[in-house]
């Protein structure tokens, strides 16, 4: 760092790296150690900011264990300190890391399940919109369906996973065993909160495109046609999670539902 | 999940405007925490206004908004900043204070504070309050970050006195001179907070009731209190940790009667806000707080 740094510049430094030196102008009133004094500053930050981490990613937290993880976290915040004081948005480029992060490198399905949990919390905080119930499809005309074109609800997370995530949260929740669950299996599911509380909805694979076809517009018919061969024999359920899970907040009729 | 569905359509406000005084009143309240929204709601007497950090509420919806509507028809509302980073060399964040102007103008709170501390530097948030050198560059900057806030809010801030663990060698202004120049330059009203005089005078080796003897108490429109945690200096000396983990010290209350005694009854926030106790303890801790203030409403009436 350079000696024309500002104090901030310097203090800032010295915070985030145990091994930069206090800047010089730190003192104290009766000649004590003003290093040790700074030691507070560098402890409240570190620790702060490690318990923000393990609050939006306690799955990830309890896989690697608590003493594991605040080490991690030490490395991650230094290399990636928040960027706003919008601390809900602390740890996005988390799992990232850890996708790059050696000593986790065996366990492959962990950036995955930290996504999940990302997700969970962008979903959490999300905008709110009233979601439609079943009932408010039952005046469609069958024939109109592939017509139909959604707004989807924007808590919405479309969530798709080279591994178990979902599986893997829900058995940290107490649903199924954990043991039970192969984590190299690719997953998806839809992450929103129609309400207060975020719902995971597992999908079957396939079902995240559809989905992000029809948030990107496209009538149910040609949705439909775009899904993968092994993903058209759900359509029905793929439909039925489209009218009963609350992940739409309106729909319109298109007339034209030619290409 | 405790807030009935209907919650989420109550909308802006401008609710609890004819309820309330445009002012915190002379009372205690609490830092709000979601674990206690059942028992406040039910208990509402007992608490004098609430307490909320504006950064936890800058979401675009959800739960946490609508708790926040729901107690804002019941209580008046501090919103207390800790990310604005006032005393940071670099301008203000000004996305940051639109989000913040959003909020005031969405829950039309009786009071806004921020600290006298910087938090950002080259785009880091270090989620702390960071201590700033008393020198006239720096005041010149803290006013003119006031001031930015008070025209973006179009409204009076106060500003709270800090905890600091170090000072600085190019500091030339005593703190409390430092405080009282920013107030006069950019007419900010004070936050007073009594531990923090507490941690600060006995991290610097000074008295604190003479810091709360010199204080510019005409100012202060809210008090806070709240626990701190102990250490030592590399000599052995005391030093006081703000960790708003425990109880209001028992050497604290003496000094918020000595402040009582200055500018009489105040509006008075209990923050504990790690290690959150039951709702019970902290409405006890109010209580304690409106005893005093009644104690030295009664004495200045006899």
Not at chain 1, 139 to 152: K, N, Q
Not at chain 1, 198 to 218: E, H, N, Q, T
Not at chain 1, 227 to 244: D, F, G, K, S
Request: with cysteine; aromatic share 8%; charged share 20%.
């Amino acid at each position: 760092m350079s000696l024309n740094a500002s104090l901030q510049s310097r203090f800032r430094q010295a915070l985030l790296d145990p091994e930069t030196a206090v800047p010089p102008e730190v003192t104290s009133w009766n000649g004590s150690d003003p290093a040790q004094r700074f030691a507070v500053y560098r402890n409240n930050v570190t620790v702060s900011l490690i318990e923000a981490l393990g609050a939006t990613f306690p799955t990830v937290k309890a896989m690697v264990g608590e003493d594991f993880f605040r080490d991690m976290a030490r490395v991650y915040l230094r290399a990636h300190p928040p960027s706003s004081p919008m601390m809900v948005r602390f740890g996005e480029s988390f799992p990232d890391f850890l996708a790059g992060f050696a000593p986790v490198a065996t366990l492959a399905y962990l950036p995955d399940l930290a996504r999940l949990e990302a997700a969970r919390r962008r979903a959490f905080h999300a905008a709110d919109a009233a979601s439609l119930s079943p009932e408010d499809f039952a005046s469609l005309d069958p024939a109109a369906l592939p017509g139909l074109v959604v707004t989807l609800h924007p808590s919405l997370q479309v969530f798709s996973a080279r591994h178990a995530a979902v599986s893997l949260w829900a058995a940290h929740q107490g649903q199924g065993a954990l043991e039970a669950v192969d984590p190299h299996v690719p997953e998806e599911a839809l992450i929103l909160r129609p309400i207060y509380e975020v719902d995971i909805v597992p999908l079957p694979l396939g079902g995240a495109s559809f989905f992000d076809d029809l948030r990107a517009g496209y009538p149910l018919g040609e949705a439909a046609t775009r899904l993968a061969p092994e993903a058209a024999a759900h359509l029905p359920l793929l439909i039925n999670t489209l009218v009963q899970s609350g992940v739409t907040i309106s729909y319109a009729i298109q007339k034209d539902t030619g290409p | 999940m405790t807030v009935p569905r209907h919650l989420s359509s109550f909308g802006a406000e401008g609710f609890g405007a004819g309820r309330f005084p445009p002012e915190l009143p002379a009372r205690a309240g609490i830092g709000f925490k979601p674990q206690h929204f059942d028992e406040l709601i039910a208990q509402a007497h007992r608490i004098g206004f609430i307490e909320v950090h504006a950064e936890n509420y800058m979401g675009d919806g959800g739960l946490p908004l609508a708790r926040l509507s729901a107690l804002r028809e019941r209580f008046p509302l501090s919103l207390h900043g800790v990310g604005l980073s006032i005393g940071g060399e670099a301008p203000l964040n000004e996305e940051h204070l639109a989000r913040l102007a959003r909020l005031v103008e969405r829950f039309a709170p009786q009071s806004f504070s921020e600290h006298l501390a910087w938090s950002t530097h080259d785009d880091a948030y270090l989620n702390d309050l960071l201590p700033v050198a008393y020198d006239a560059p720096t005041l010149a900057r803290v006013v003119e970050h006031v001031d930015r806030v008070q025209s973006r809010l179009k409204r009076q801030m106060l500003l709270e006195n800090p905890s600091t663990y170090v000072a600085f060698r190019q500091s030339s202004y005593d703190e409390i001179d430092f405080i009282r120049e920013v107030a006069r330059r950019s007419g900010c009203g004070l936050l007073l907070d009594v531990n923090n005089v507490m941690v600060s005078a006995t991290n610097h080796g000074r008295n604190p009731f003479q810091y709360i003897k010199d204080f510019p108490v005409e100012l202060v429109k809210e008090i806070h209190l709240g626990g701190y945690a102990e250490a030592q200096d590399s000599l052995g000396a005391r030093l006081l940790i703000d960790a708003h983990d425990s109880a209001v010290a028992e050497d604290v209350w003496p000094l918020y009667r000595a402040t009582l005694a200055r500018t009489g009854p105040v509006a008075t926030l209990i923050e504990w806000d790690n290690d959150v106790p039951d709702f019970a303890v902290l409405a006890t801790e109010a209580a304690r707080a409106e005893a005093e203030m009644r104690a030295i409403a009664s004495g200045a009436a006899a």
